[in-house]
Nanobody, 121 residues
Framework: QVQLVESGGGLVQAGGSLRLSCVAS????????MRWYRQAPGKQRELVAG???????NYVESVKGRFTISRDNAKNTVYLQMDSLKVEDTAVYYC???????????????WGQGTQVTVSS
């Protein structure tokens, strides 16, 4: 069993910054891709950024140049640095990871509980 625990959300003014963290814990697992999604009220969940096992990244167009996804494999952690925040970034942010059981080789997708990011004008 693997758990993803997020932290770092909060209330900030437009133009401010936040750094989100998500830590994977458990035993006998290997992490492949890790991602951040967000869901605003009344909207579908959206992929914000993803990062591969060795660091390849991708971003939704609306956050390019403002958000940076990174990972620390030794700590089983993915980060999302959010700069120049806009009101439109307000959403619940979820981390997501492709995880494989290294004994059975079974792969599963895991989700964090979500953390609220609110950007005020």
């Amino acid at each position: 069993q693997v758990q993803l625990v997020e932290s770092g959300g909060g209330l900030v003014q437009a133009g401010g910054s936040l750094r989100l963290s998500c830590v994977a814990s458990g035993t006998m697992f290997s992490i492949n891709a890790m991602r951040w999604y967000r869901q605003a009220p009344g909207k579908q969940r959206e992929l914000v950024a993803g990062i591969g096992k060795i660091g390849s990244t991708n971003y939704v167009e609306s956050v390019k140049g403002r958000f940076t996804i990174s990972r620390d494999n030794a700590k089983n952690t993915v980060y999302l640095q959010m700069d120049s925040l806009k009101v439109e970034d307000t959403a619940v942010y979820y981390c997501n990871a492709d995880i494989q059981n290294i004994l059975t080789m079974r792969g599963d997708v895991y989700w964090g509980q979500g953390t609220q990011v609110t950007v005020s004008s």
